[in-house]
């Protein structure tokens, strides 16, 4: 069983994970409005990330016996006035998320609750690619400046990322 402390932690993470997939709709809906179409497939898997993120969180709360309690999702914003705006957007939203999971994880390491510790270290990894992707998409913004060419480039490139299931979700069946 699972400690209240840490099953409030975890609720409050799954609604910050459906915060995080909703912050990430809003943003393939903009660039898709901004004629982006890759950059909106960018962000339309990041969606689905996320979602698949509260997901994991929900059935680990299940598996130890405690109670998913959904709360609502606060509002999101709906533009940003460049790409490498909504970039830096994302990488200063997945620094707080891995602020988060770490809290959960010194919480966890409090409580000597080495199961959720061993279930955050898959989080933690996430959260290391998380970062790294968003900062390499914001350095090649940055060194593509207005360059037409090059933003089409990349916003072509980012129309060839595919989802994949997480490894926790496609061994949870």
Same mark, same amino acid.
């Given at each position: 069983?699972?400690? *209240? ?5 975890? =609720?409050?993470?799954?609604?910050? /994970? #459906?915060?995080?997939?909703? &912050? ?24 689905? /990330? ?6 994991? #969180?929900?059935?680990?709360? =299940?598996?130890?016996?405690?109670? +998913? +309690? ?6 999101? !914003? *709906?533009?940003?006035?460049? !790409?490498?705006?909504?970039? /830096? ?7 707080? +998320? *891995?602020? &988060?999971?770490? =809290? ?28 790294? *992707?968003?900062?390499? $998409? ?10 037409? &060419?090059? $933003? ?12 994949? +299931? !997480?490894? !926790?979700?496609? =061994?949870?069946?």
């Amino acid at each position: 069983m699972i400690s *209240t402390k840490l099953q409030d932690a975890i =609720n409050a993470q799954i609604n910050a /994970e #459906f915060w995080s997939a909703y &912050l990430y709709l809003s943003m393939a809906m903009h660039f898709e409005n901004e004629g982006h179409a890759g950059m909106a497939n960018w962000f339309r898997i990041q969606f689905r /990330e996320e979602q698949a993120h509260a997901e994991i #969180f929900m059935n680990y709360l =299940n598996s130890r016996g405690g109670r +998913v +309690v959904l709360a609502p999702i606060d509002e999101v !914003p *709906t533009s940003w006035p460049t !790409p490498l705006a909504a970039f /830096e957007h994302t990488l200063a939203h997945e620094e707080k +998320v *891995t602020s &988060l999971i770490n =809290n959960i994880y010194a919480l966890a390491v409090e409580e000597k609750d080495y199961a959720t510790c061993n279930k955050l270290d898959w989080f933690v990894s996430e959260q290391v690619e998380e970062e790294e *992707t968003a900062r390499g $998409l914001i350095d090649r913004l940055k060194l593509i400046g207005d360059n037409g &060419l090059a $933003l089409y480039t990349v916003n072509q490139e980012l129309a060839s990322r595919t989802y994949n +299931v !997480p490894a !926790p979700l496609a =061994n949870a069946n």
